[in-house]
Nanobody
Framework: QVQLVESGGGLAQTGGSLRLSCADS????????MGWFRQPPGKERTFVAR????????YYADFVNGRFTVSRDNAKNTVYLQMDSLKPEDTAVYYC????????????????????WGQGTQVTVSS
């Protein structure tokens, strides 16, 4: 059973930074790519970033525009999302999830391609 727990959200000012973490309690973390998604109030959950199982490949939504960095530490079963130059429109609940298939190289961006959604962490950016 996949259990993911996000943390690190909070309140930031425009232009500020936050670092989100997502810890996986499972034993096969290093076999799977991981994704970050976000869901603003009243809107659908959308793709933010993805990192391959070995950390060598990353993929970002267009709106990221170089402001966010996804990374992982397989020894700690944890994936991170460093968010810099935050904007009010980044306000959302941020979720991590595990790729549905192990060792998949395709840059999947749809929620259907992921499992084990955590409870999310709220990020609020004030103007």
């Amino acid at each position: 059973q996949v259990q993911l727990v996000e943390s690190g959200g909070g309140l930031a000012q425009t232009g500020g930074s936050l670092r989100l973490s997502c810890a996986d309690s499972g034993r096969t973390f290093s076999n799977f790519a991981m994704g970050w998604f976000r869901q603003p109030p009243g809107k659908e959950r959308t793709f933010v970033a993805r990192i391959s199982w070995d950390g060598r490949n990353t993929y970002y939504a267009d709106f990221v525009n170089g402001r966010f960095t996804v990374s992982r530490d397989n020894a700690k079963n944890t994936v991170y999302l460093q968010m810099d130059s935050l904007k009010p429109e980044d306000t959302a609940v941020y979720y991590c999830a595990k790729d549905r298939w192990s060792f998949r190289s395709t840059a999947s961006t749809g929620t259907a391609g992921y499992v084990g959604w955590g409870q999310g962490t709220q990020v609020t950016v004030s103007s």
